[in-house]
């Protein structure tokens, strides 16, 4: 994935206006709306990156994960693997409750 220039939304989503916020709002509703219409060509209901391997995310156990071929499978794994429950690294610990995003609400 290439990063573009800029600042993470996360930092700066304080700053903008209300109408901003509406504003970007919509935008990245348009984005995932476009994203959840793509066609994997990996199958229908499987979990996976783009390129058929393991998917990253900070919130599951050595940030690596799967793939599985359906959401049951997916669900399974988070749920007895402890990814769920914070039982992660020490960083996955901390961004369950100090992450920009989650004192938004």
């Known amino acids: ?53 393991a998917i990253r995310s900070v919130r599951v156990p050595n940030h690596l994960i799967g793939p599985f071929e359906s959401e049951q499978k997916f669900n399974e794994y988070m749920n007895t693997s402890g990814a769920l429950l914070g039982q992660g690294d020490s960083h996955q610990k901390q961004n369950t409750t100090t992450h920009l995003i989650v004192l938004e609400k």
Do not use: F, H
């Open 1 to 53: 994935m290439t990063r573009i220039p800029g600042d993470e939304l996360g930092r700066v989503y304080k700053i903008p206006s209300d109408t901003e916020r509406d504003s970007i709002q919509l935008q990245l509703k348009g984005y995932l709306e476009a994203i959840r219409r793509w066609k994997s060509p990996w199958g229908e209901n499987r979990i996976c990156s783009l390129m058929n391997t």
